[in-house]
């Protein structure tokens, strides 16, 4: 038996990737001509594609009325100059240039009765927001590391490009250095920075890109189910109730989702963990790691770190990369090694 809706209706339809509200009525797409993404569009199809491709055209750069904010201050042209200014005033710029270049690894352990015993122990390596070609500095330190970590395997949560719009190659590049260093499997999301044209890149160097779909991980006769979702952040393009329908209501699932503000529906759908970025944790926070703004909407405890809801739990992480500027302040850029335990 795999899971259905949940009892109580969601506020929400089940698929929802659109453009942002207009009044006016957009002509039909025309067949896609990019044979880079056929194979995409044979797997998951292609009216996800079209639509993905229609808001990357006309609205990628767009400041209002766009995806789950009306504000979208990353598209903002005049927010990093405002913000090296107030840092380099305050006489924090220098510090906030260093500390964004340092990453840190962090432990954080998931408990759950219905974890299948051979799973025990399992470890996920979770990197998040790398913004290559505006966090170099960041993936060299990553690069460095990241070949002496232990885990079972690697779930990349989105935001590879530093802006949300324009070129990509140099994103795809710094990815394909860390996935180098990365052992099998990789699997990974894309997030509200990225284009759906840089998923046949991802795809090549063996990262399993997962747009609303699920995979199996099996050791001995027991199982875990992981999926993804597209971003649903600016795209809106996430579609919980599908790939939830794929998995069976007793198994134990992972959600990989770039933002996770979609937290309550992906209760409602009985996964037993999700794991998201996005957020930065603030980037610039208050002493004490306090989050002056967060670009999502979502309780601010679900901002950066571990968090639960209902039966879930959820891990939400500040992130390789920076956006706007390679600064951070009180929260350090990190990866998060997650294991998994059995309890009772």
């Given amino acids: 038996m795999t899971r259905s809706q949940p009892s109580r209706a969601s506020k929400r339809p089940a698929s929802r990737l659109r453009p942002a509200r207009s ?23 292609d009216a996800h594609v079209k639509a993905r491709l229609e808001i990357e055209t006309h609205r990628d750069h767009q400041l209002f009325g766009q995806g789950r904010l009306f504000f979208n201050l990353e598209n ?13 005033l305050a006489g924090l710029y220098g510090r906030a240039r260093r500390e964004a270049n340092r990453v840190l690894v962090r432990e954080n352990i998931v408990a759950s009765p219905r974890l299948p015993a051979a799973f025990d122990g399992f470890t996920i390596l979770h990197i998040s ?22 885990y079972d395997i690697c779930v990349l949560t989105g935001d590879y490009r530093g802006k949300t719009y324009g070129p990509y190659q140099r994103a795809t590049e710094g990815v394909g250095e860390l996935r180098a260093r990365l052992r099998d499997p990789v699997y990974g999301v894309l997030g509200n920075h990225d284009s759906i044209r840089m998923t046949p890149a991802l795809e090549a160097m063996g990262i399993r890109m ?10 001995g006769d027991d199982s875990i189910y992981i999926a993804g979702v597209d971003d649903p952040h600016f795209y809106l393009a996430d579609d ?19 933002t996770p503000e979609t937290y309550a529906e992906a209760a409602e759908h009985n996964f037993d ?6 957020t ?8 004490g790691g306090y989050a002056i703004k ?9 901002g950066n770190g571990a968090w639960r809801h209902e039966g879930m739990s959820g891990y939400t992480s500040v992130g390789v990369g920076t956006s706007l500027l390679p600064v951070r302040l009180n929260c350090p850029p990190e990866v998060t090694l997650h294991r998994l335990k059995r309890t009772g």
Avoid at 76 to 88: C, E, G, K
Avoid at 210 to 219: H, K, P
Avoid at 294 to 302: F, I, N
């Fill in 76 to 88: 903002w042209l005049t927010a990093p100059p405002i913000v090296r200014t107030a840092l380099q």
């Fill in 240 to 258: 919980i109730p599908k790939v939830a329908s794929q998995i069976p209501m007793d198994a134990f699932s992972i959600l990989l989702s770039h």
């Fill in 23 to 45: 009044t006016l009525t957009q002509p039909p797409h025309p067949p896609i001509d990019d044979s880079a993404l056929r194979p995409l569009i044979d797997r998951i199809g």
């Fill in 294 to 302: 967060l670009e999502a909407v979502l309780p601010r405890h679900m």
């Fill in 280 to 287: 930065h944790g603030g980037q610039l926070c208050l002493p």
């Fill in 129 to 150: 927001d790398l913004h290559v070609d505006l966090s170099e500095a960041a993936l060299r330190h990553l690069i460095s590391f990241v070949g002496d970590l232990d």
């Fill in 273 to 278: 963990l999700m794991l998201s970025g996005h």
């Fill in 210 to 219: 997962m747009f609303n779909e699920c995979d199996v991980i099996t050791r």
